[in-house]
């Protein structure tokens, strides 16, 4: 096998942390578990960040309009 970089590791075993990763890296958990380059440093990981992010609520209080036409979406 052909060592690969470490950002392909972290996609290839299900967006996994990198202390993880090199943790099975440095105890041999893994055959053929080979890293290129264990630069990670600056990284952004979009499903990672998507993962971790966080919805805003909505707003509890609706105020429903009562008059025809007095919302207009243009």
Do not use: N, Q, Y
């Not at 890296?25 to 600056?42: E, N, P, Q, Y």
């Amino acid at each position: 096998t052909h060592p690969v970089d470490l950002i392909s590791w972290h996609c290839r075993f299900g967006h996994a942390g990198i202390h993880r990763i090199l943790d099975m890296h440095r105890s041999k958990l893994v055959a053929g578990l080979d890293i290129m380059t264990k630069d990670f440093d600056g990284h952004k990981c979009v499903p990672c960040l998507h993962g971790k992010g966080t919805c805003r609520p909505f707003d509890a209080v609706v105020a429903h309009k009562t008059e025809v036409l007095e919302r207009v979406h243009t």
